[in-house]
Each structure stands twice: as C-alpha cells, then as structure tokens.
C-alpha cells in the first residue's frame, strides 16, 4: 500500500476522495435521494417530467388518472409515511413504557470510527503474526494470512463488544424494574403479560411502571455474551501481548549474540592498534578486558530496550482493552431494551419525529412539493396534447391528495379483507377445538365415534358451543362499554375472563379498534378535501 501511494499518489488520493464522499451519501442519504428526485424532476428536456408529459396514455383501471401522473405520485409517496395519529401515540406509548423513548440506533458515525478501529486493530495484529501465521512460507504470504487472521479478530471483537453493551443495557433495565417491585413489596407480579407491538398498549395502563417494562423489557437480566465478551478480549491481549514479548526477545538476542561473536572473533584475531605505519601490540590481557567490557555494554543495551518492549507492548494490550471497551460502552449508548422498541423506533422515522406535529409538518412539505410538481406535468400535459394531440378532450384534474386518498381506500380495503380472513380462521380454530373437546367429551358435549353418522351429530353439537361462545363474547364487550371510560375497572374485568374467552375478546377488541381508526381516517380525509 505504502509502494502503491508513493507511485501513483493522485490514484491514491482520487480513491480515498471517493470513499470519504461515500461515507458523507451513506450517512445523508435520505436528504441525496430526496434532492436527487427534485432535481431529476426538474432537469429540462432530459428529466422526468419532461418525459412522462409526452406521456398520453390513461392508466388502467385507475379511475381518471393517467400514467405520467400516477408514477409522480408513485415517486413522492415513497417519502410519505403514512399513519394516524393513534398509531403514532401507541408506537410512542411503547417506548415510554419500555424506557427507550429518546434513545436512538447506532449512528452511521459510530459505526464508521468503529470500522476504522477495526482497521487499526487489524494492522496492528497483522504486524504481530506475520512471522507466525504460516511458518516458512514467503513475506508477502505471511502478511497477507495475517492480515487476514488479524481482521477477522477484530470484527469478533467488535460485534462481541457491541452485543456485550447492548446486553448490559438491558440487564439495567430488568434490574432497576425489579429493584421497584422489591421496593414495592411485590404485591403484584413483575410482569403481568407479554406486551408486543400489535396490542394496544393501554391493556397494562393500570399496571405499575415496573410491571409496564417488564412487560416489554424481559424480568431476568442475562450476562452471558458480557462475560465471553471478557475473556475473548483478555485472551486476544495477553497472546498478543506474549507473541509481541517473545518475538522482541528473539531479537535482541539474536543482535547480542551477533555483536558478541564479532567482538570474539576479533580478540581471537591479531590484537593491535593501528598508528600509521606502525601497528602497536595490545596485550591479551588488555584486549580481553576490552572485549568483556564492549559484550557487557551490549548486554546492558539490549536490557534496556527489551524493559522499553515490555511497557511498549503492555501500552499497547491496555489500549486494545480500552478500544473494547469504548466498543461496549458504544452498544450501552445506543440501542433499545424493548422486544419492539426497534420497530416502533423505525415506525416514528428513525427518530425524527417526536410529535405527531412532526409528522404533519414532514408531510405537508413532501405534499407540497410533490402537488407542485404534478401541477407542472399536467401543464406540459396539456400543452404537448395541444400540439400534437388528436383527442377532442383532456383534463388533468387529479391532485396529490387524491391519490393519497385512493391508496389509504385501498390500503382500508385490504385490511377489511384480511380482519374478515382473520375472524374466519378464529371461528374454524374454536369449532375444532370444539370437536377436539367433543370426541374426548369435554365441553358438557359426550364423547362420540369418529363416523360419518358421528361427524354430522359433532357438527350439530358444536355448533351450539361456539355460538354460545360469540354470545359470552358479545356479552364481555357490551359489559366493557358499559364501563365508559373506567380503564382500571375494565382492566380488572377482564383478568377474571378464562384463558379462552379472553382470546376471543382481546382479538374482537383489536378489530374493532381497528375499524374505528379506519373511520377516523376516512374522516380526516374528508374534513381535508373539505377545508
């Protein structure tokens, strides 16, 4: 590398100008794509717009709306997030309770600086082994195995270190939760129930706050990756550390002993000192007194350079250990406790929105623009049917907003469908159970034979049971409505149902929930066309 740089250094500088570019794109990517697509839009005779006004084509099935327009729209809704405001507040609900709301994922940055750590770790291991990786073999060989060996070492000890800061911040999390129910006098239980994502997050409203991020965060604090985090990066520093120790000493002593046997074979040699055109004889004794002092003198040397190693070499393990370190305290700093906390986190944008003014503010400018933009192409549209079309009319009347309204019709459409698919794969899951707890004769229904004539009567028989489970279920939610806004009483009523009913009503609860928020959607939609 230092051959290549010093030969070709405008290569060498072109490429790393490039890379230092491409970190900058990866770390401002959203903001490259969005500028890329306003500017492509915008380029004259070549950009999209300019392309796709030449476009007459009507889009099929598409309800008025011609291709050209529909791609726009296509195009700039990939930078909409689309959600309601319920969804908003319960992907912040679960971060609340799960003690992650504020934090962040690792950034770009991070990960960066700790590649380049990675990088340095490498060499500096490659340096250590590249006399021992594959004995005999040739120089460049031997560095390209240890390069090799050494890389692989680091990002070991990278991904270990992260994990390891991750676990512990986790492990903080469960220990504090239930260092609270100790204080507390454990007069519930830490952890009521299991609370991913796709619940409502209100069901644990009436549950302390310990109880709450148990229920998201996990009640048994684990050690197991920090602990093999430890002893990998002891063992990786102190054989580093013992390599380096005995490679210096191999050195010296090969230098002492190479100086040593010149001085020998010197004094075994004529001993004199030259003075012109004389040589003057030095006396055996003398000599041999002069040889002993230069050997003691290059033993002293090379003492003080190999204790010069030693705190070298114990430098250099100390802040291997410290890199580790930084590493673990890097996956502490960031990251998420919660089984869903990730996923809420990705819901919200990656961190950019903490209100749902946010949300609103983001896209009203990407609606915006992109209204802007449509009206654009609908011009160009109108003018190149004016020029070279043959059709007697042409209007472009559709706008932004009503294809967004169009998408989150269809959207609705859909989840109708699949709430409908769901409730008909709980009502054959209940009626065989039914006919499980029939043929075995549970439910208050005797057991029958498994027989054509006994299949027609366990129909008839089940069928009663599962109608008089909707009936209890009709009868829980009615009971709950009857509740009004009592969250704690309705909590409380609802951990008294039996396992099974309490399915059935938590799922009758997530549909209806569901079809409510559609209809606040629809509602909203129609209040904005309005206003």
Not at 375 to 399: P, S, Y
């Amino acid at each position: 590398m230092n051959e290549f740089v010093e030969t070709y250094p405008v290569a060498a500088w072109s490429i790393v100008s490039v890379l230092v570019a491409l970190c900058f794109i990866v770390v401002l990517w959203e903001k490259v794509k969005w500028w890329w697509l306003n500017t492509w839009y915008s380029f004259p005779v070549i950009g999209k717009i300019a392309r796709l006004a030449r476009d007459q084509n009507s889009a099929a099935n598409a309800n008025g709306w011609f291709k050209a327009e529909r791609t726009l729209c296509q195009d700039y809704k990939a930078f909409i997030q689309i959600q309601g405001e319920y969804d908003f507040n319960e992907k912040i609900a679960y971060l609340n309770k799960a003690g992650d709301n504020g934090r962040h994922a690792t950034p770009i940055l991070i990960w960066l600086l700790t590649v380049t750590l990675v990088f340095v770790e490498a060499k500096g291991f490659s340096y250590v082994l590249a006399g021992y990786t594959i004995p005999g073999a040739s120089e460049s060989t031997q560095n390209l195995a240890a390069y090799g060996l050494s890389f692989i070492v680091s990002v070991i000890a990278v991904a270990f270190t992260h994990f390891a800061g991750h676990e512990l911040y986790k492990s903080h999390k469960s220990r504090n939760a239930r260092r609270a129910w100790l204080e507390a006098g454990r007069i519930k239980n830490l952890r009521s129930r299991p609370m991913p994502l796709a619940l409502p997050q209100s069901l644990d409203d009436a549950e302390p706050e310990y109880t709450q991020m148990s229920n998201r965060v996990g009640t048994i604090p684990s050690y197991v990756i920090t602990w093999a985090t430890i002893a990998f990066v002891l063992i990786v520093a102190i054989c580093a550390t013992y390599v380096r120790v005995q490679s210096a000493n191999k050195q010296l002593d090969d230098s002492v002993r190479a100086q040593t046997s010149e001085l020998t074979s010197k004094q075994n040699g004529p001993s004199g000192m030259d003075m012109g055109a004389k040589t003057v004889q030095i006396p055996d004794d003398d000599a041999k007194a002069s040889t002993q002092a230069d050997v003691k003198a290059i033993k002293e040397g090379a003492g003080f350079d190999q204790r010069a190693y030693w705190v070298t070499f114990g430098m250099l393990a100390f802040l291997f250990v410290f890199l580790q370190g930084l590493g673990v305290l890097f996956g502490y700093r960031w990251g998420f406790a919660g089984e869903n906390s990730k996923d809420a986190y990705r819901a919200l944008g990656y961190g950019k929105f903490s209100t749902y003014e946010d949300v609103r503010a983001a896209f009203t400018r990407v609606a915006d623009k992109a209204q802007s933009k449509l009206e654009d192409l609908q011009q160009r549209m109108m003018v190149n049917h004016g020029d070279h079309g043959t059709g007697a009319e042409f209007h472009t009347t559709k706008t932004f907003n009503d294809f967004l309204n169009e998408v989150e019709q269809e959207e609705e459409r859909r989840r109708k469908i699949e709430r409908e698919k769901a409730r008909e794969r709980i009502m054959q899951e209940r009626e065989a159970d039914a006919e499980r707890a029939a043929l075995k004769g549970g439910s208050g229904i005797p057991a029958i034979e498994n027989s054509a004539v006994a299949k027609s009567m366990l129909i008839a028989a089940v069928k009663p049971v599962v109608e008089t489970q909707l009936r209890r279920s009709d009868q829980v939610l009615a009971h709950l409505d009857s509740l009004g806004e009592d969250k704690a009483a309705k909590t409380a009523y609802l951990k008294t149902l039996p396992e099974e009913l309490y399915k059935d009503v938590l799922t009758a609860l997530t549909l209806r929930k569901q079809a409510a928020e559609a209809e606040q959607n629809n509602r909203d939609s129609e209040i904005k066309d309005l206003i």
